[in-house]
């Protein structure tokens, strides 16, 4: 048997135990690669094992989830943080009392009435046209009052009415034979009284209802098998240990990534810089020597283009050494209209000469943050370039501010356009250096780059919404507020 880890507060010393084919099943239920089989083996164990569902109902509750109805939602919560609520089950089988034939036999009896009241009051309900799903929950936990009060330490132990159902505080009254019940609770105490009489005579009748005796005690001797039939529980612990390393592995994997290659891009950036750069002037130089005597004029024109295009590289890696190692932002309140306003009259004649329209939706009041003005400038015109090279020619680009009225604070800076959209394969890397979904010859993509590095260094994000063929959307988010 294996034992879960603290349901409640950890002072109460409470400990709730998990059968071995629960183990079992458990694993199974946490190793199913699909969300959906996976949910449904969930559903499967904790329908059969009280104490399971007991604890993972005071887990839901102690991290402040609303009232859980039935067995579907609490497996529905518990899925995606089993691996964390469940890591301590090798600590709290180390600490707990050693399994004696006794302990077993208690909570193997428990369990398996449990499960056959469950089944009992869900039949009810479906004969008196009520939640079945709820009353098989209710009948599931019912007893789970007197198992709290019965296992907690030094009276620590909460209010049941903190973690459990409302309708598992009230007192089992009497159900009068005559009586049709409509409640998931009702029929709950009725299948108690059925399974509670001395004898067929003195057992509680619902009319039109058949009880069979023989087959609820058969239920409740193959589940108190079930319970006690060994299996390796230990194995759980260690499943759930490993589970969760590959989980965080791969929750980090992304951003281990981004890191590896941003610091490639630094030793690239720099070797490449001071290695190229000298030659680079020297290239310039020289055609800038040779224009100053040159008077022929196709001559001209191809020293000029080498000493272009020598500018041009020198750019680029200025642009990478940037990307690797841009300057720390100098924090200062920004009114985020001017600083977009700049903008857009700064891109005005290329917007003009592709005949596109370029448009700042001005918000009623300022929208103010702390954050470094020209690093912002720079990310916002980076994104108003790319949205422009992606019309070429034609369409509209529409810049609006807004802060948010939550208490993040944060302000957004939307940058929208009616152009071809970005594929799905294009959006994996649009923030790689070097990386462009355009053809050939139309830029690296450093300045969707840079945004990206200037924005994340002021602690905020980039989102991109884009469907192929109906434009794009980028946003970024920041603080309003500098947080020292």
């Known amino acids: 048997m294996q034992w879960l880890p603290p349901p409640l507060n950890s ?12 183990a079992a099943r458990l694993a199974v239920a946490l190793l199913a690669d699909k969300p959906e089989p996976a949910a449904q083996r969930l559903r499967d164990v904790l329908a059969d094992e009280a104490p399971l569902a007991l604890w993972a109902t005071c887990r839901a509750r102690r991290r402040g ?26 600590e709290a089988s180390a600490v707990a009392a050693p399994l004696c034939a006794a302990t077993a036999e208690k909570w193997a009896d428990r369990t398996a009435n449990s499960r056959a009241i469950a089944g009992l009051a869900a039949q009810i309900a479906r004969h008196a046209a009520v939640d079945p799903e709820r009353a098989y929950f209710l009948g599931l936990l019912h007893a789970a009052p007197q198992w709290l009060a019965a296992e907690a330490c030094d009276g620590q132990l909460p209010s049941c009415s903190d973690v459990l159902p409302p309708e598992l505080q009230l007192a089992t009254s009497a159900v009068r034979a005559t009586e049709s019940v409509s409640s998931p609770a009702q029929c709950v105490m009725l299948a108690l009284r059925m399974a509670d009489a001395a004898d067929a005579t003195d057992e509680p009748r619902l009319p039109g209802f058949p009880f069979d005796r023989q087959a609820h005690a058969a239920q409740i001797a193959a589940a108190r098998r079930d319970w006690l ?43 490449a810089g001071h290695e190229i750069n000298n030659p680079l002037a020297n290239i310039s130089a ?4 040779l224009l100053q005597g040159e008077r022929d004029p196709d001559r001209r024109r191809m020293l000029a283009a080498i000493n272009t295009q020598a500018f041009r590289a020198h750019e680029m890696i200025a642009d990478m050494m940037l990307f690797a190692r841009p300057p720390q932002p100098r924090f200062e309140p920004v009114e985020l209209g001017a600083l977009a306003g ?55 680009v529409e810049i609006q501010l807004a802060k948010s009225a939550s208490l993040d604070e944060n302000v957004q800076i939307t940058v929208s356009d009616n152009g071809p959209g ?16 355009r053809e050939a010859g139309r830029g690296l993509g450093f300045g969707l780059s840079k945004c990206w ?22 946003t970024i988010s920041l603080p309003a507020r500098r947080i020292c």
């Open 229 to 271: 039939q060994p299996s390796q529980p230990e194995l759980l612990p260690a499943l759930v240990g490993q589970l969760a390393r590959l989980k965080n592995l791969a929750e980090r994997f992304d951003d281990t990534l981004e890191n590896e290659k941003l610091e490639s891009l630094k030793e690239l950036a720099y070797g």
């Open 65 to 90: 989830v609303a009232e859980i109805a039935s067995i579907g939602p609490l497996a529905e919560w518990l899925l995606p943080v089993a691996l964390d609520e469940l890591s301590g089950l090798a």
């Open 11 to 22: 002072a109460s010393g409470l400990l709730l135990p998990l059968s071995d084919q629960a």
């Open 342 to 396: 700049q903008v857009v009259e700064e891109l005005a004649p290329q917007a003009r000469e592709q005949h596109s329209q370029l448009v700042l939706l001005a918000p009623e009041h300022p929208v103010t943050l702390q954050a470094d003005k020209t690093q912002i400038a720079v990310a916002v015109r980076a994104l108003c370039v790319n949205a422009l090279e992606t019309l070429v020619t034609g369409g509209r």
């Open 453 to 474: 590095r200037i924005v994340t260094m002021h602690g905020g994000r980039v989102e991109v919404a884009s469907n192929p063929g109906r434009g794009a959307r980028f």
């Open 286 to 289: 020289r055609a800038q020597t």
């Open 422 to 437: 970005i594929s799905i394969e294009a959006r994996r890397h649009i923030f790689d250096p070097f990386y462009s979904g």
